[in-house]
């Protein structure tokens, strides 16, 4: 089990490392937000996987509070993007 969770801290990094260059060299607004979004999603997944390999059910709230408010940003970018476009 302790190898599965190595490897799933592992990849989280690896795709957080990424998502970090796409939000450096993003061409547009639209394309940083999208990374933002999967870095919110991903830092998700790091605590989930926390509390999986401390056994701490309370991270799984904290987990669950961070994909709301990442959810409610993306709306918020979203109708941004969308006025900024009538105008």
């Known amino acids: ?3 599965l969770i190595a490897l799933s801290y592992g990849m989280l990094c690896l795709g957080m490392i990424f998502s ?4 450096l060299l993003g061409p547009s607004l ?3 937000v999208v990374a933002l979004e999967l870095i919110a999603s991903l830092t998700v ?6 509390a ?3 056994n701490v059910g309370a991270a799984l709230d904290v987990a669950l509070v961070l994909a ?3 959810f409610l940003a ?3 970018f979203a109708r941004y993007l969308e006025k ?3 105008e």
């Open 20 to 23: 970090f260059i796409r939000l």
């Open 52 to 54: 999986v390999d401390t």
């Open 84 to 86: 900024r476009g009538e």
């Open 74 to 76: 993306a709306l918020a």
């Open 45 to 50: 997944g790091m605590i989930a996987t926390y």
């Open 1 to 3: 089990m302790s190898i």
């Open 30 to 32: 639209p394309d940083r």
């Open 68 to 70: 709301l408010t990442g």
